[in-house]
């Protein structure tokens, strides 16, 4: 199993951001994925969650300002981030079925 992640990055206050994880070595389209992140200090978190279905679930700080969705075509599952704030600075990584990692990524918000 495979999941790396991209698409991160330096962006100021009200941007937007849309992470990409490309997924291999299972069967994609029969998993659940979520994005989690890590903030200096803290402990990593769930942000948003979606089932093989397509149905999603957010935390309360992202939920309206964060998409998350998936291509099962492509292998792939997206973070749409928009509205951003300097406390979603973190790294953010990307799981399936609650057992594989990627590799994380920064997302910086800064001016």
């Known amino acids: 199993v495979q999941l790396v992640e991209s698409g991160g990055g330096l962006v100021q206050p009200g941007g937007s951001l849309r992470l990409s994880c490309a997924a291999s070595?299972?069967?994609?389209?029969?998993?659940?994925m979520g994005w989690y992140r890590q903030a200096p200090g803290r402990q990593r978190e769930l942000i948003a969650f979606?089932?093989?279905?397509?149905?999603?679930n957010y935390a309360d700080s992202v939920r309206g300002r964060f998409t998350i969705s998936r291509d099962n075509a492509r292998n792939t599952a997206y973070l749409q981030m928009s509205s951003l704030k300097p406390e979603d600075t973190a790294v953010y990584y990307c799981?399936?079925?609650?057992?594989?990692w990627g590799q994380g990524i920064q997302v910086t918000v800064s001016s």
């Open positions: 799981n399936a079925a609650f057992s594989y």
């Open positions: 070595g299972f069967t994609f389209s029969t998993y659940a």
């Open positions: 979606i089932s093989f279905g397509g149905s999603t």
